[in-house]
T-cell receptor, first 116, second 114 residues
Framework: RKEVEQDPGPFNVPEGATVAFNCTYS??????FFWYRQDCRKEPKLLMS???SGNEDGRFTAQLNRASQYISLLIRDSKLSDSATYLC?????????????????FGQGTILTVHP | EAQVTQNPRYLITVTGKKLTVTCSQN?????MSWYRQDPGLGLRQIYY???????DKGDVPEGYKVSRKEKRNFPLILESPSPNQTSLYFC?????????????FGDGTRLSIL
């Protein structure tokens, strides 16, 4: 089983649609969670961190389910400019002193295409 | 402006000719890392470094070397490149204080080994 798994898609949705991605992780010690966005041939850019209580940033909502070991990303009112690959990333905390040394492991990414 | 800078952005070279991809960050980050990204395989970590003179292997270190003589620089060295190292490479850095420090990526280096 891969450490981090995502449905690769592609997801093709019309403008204005709501779309959700899930990402499952196998390491129960994972403590830090992120969603990145990657445009074609560009570097991944941080979209948002995922906090235990869930968090929202405009049209984007991220949630964490520790019991089932997955994180999710919800995009409301999709825009054409949301078309990209969305990567989830997880990292364990190996040091209880407040620093985080563990490796950041990425999922393969989910391709989203928003069409007019 | 906070950034991670990689050079070159594009390189086409031949098998066996040693090459170095440089990476520099201006955020005083302790942690730096190299990834390669291939279709269907996602981002895979090659090497990482916790601080100066501290480096360790990632998931796919074979055929690569790194060094960390200064905090800001983390070059990736291919001593004898082979065609299976043709890929898109990313350098990344992050701070180590706090649990939710994200990684910042460079623009990427597209290597083609003929």
């Amino acid at each position: 089983r891969k450490e981090v798994e995502q449905d690769p898609g592609p997801f093709n949705v019309p403008e204005g649609a709501t779309v959700a991605f899930n990402c499952t992780y196998s390491n129960s010690a994972s403590q830090s969670f992120f969603w990145y966005r990657q445009d074609c041939r560009k570097e991944p850019k941080l979209l948002m961190s995922v906090y235990s209580s869930g968090n929202e940033d405009g049209r984007f909502t991220a949630q964490l389910n520790r019991a089932s070991q997955y994180i999710s990303l919800l995009i409301r009112d999709s825009k054409l400019s949301d078309s990209a690959t969305y990567l989830c990333a997880v990292r364990p905390m190996l040091n209880a002193g407040g620093t985080s040394y563990g490796k950041l492991t990425f999922g393969q990414g989910t391709i989203l295409t928003v069409h007019p | 402006e906070a950034q991670v800078t990689q050079n070159p952005r594009y390189l086409i070279t031949v098998t066996g000719k040693k090459l170095t991809v440089t990476c520099s960050q201006n955020m005083n980050h302790e942690y730096m890392s190299w990834y390669r990204q291939d279709p269907g395989l996602g981002l895979r970590q090659i090497y990482y470094s916790m601080n100066v003179e501290v480096t360790d292997k990632g998931d796919v270190p074979e055929g690569y070397k790194v060094s960390r003589k200064e905090k800001r620089n983390f070059p990736l060295i291919l001593e004898s490149p082979s065609p299976n190292q043709t890929s898109l490479y990313f350098c990344a850095s992050r701070g180590l204080n706090g649990n939710n420090q994200p990684q910042h990526f460079g623009d990427g280096t597209r290597l083609s080994i003929l």
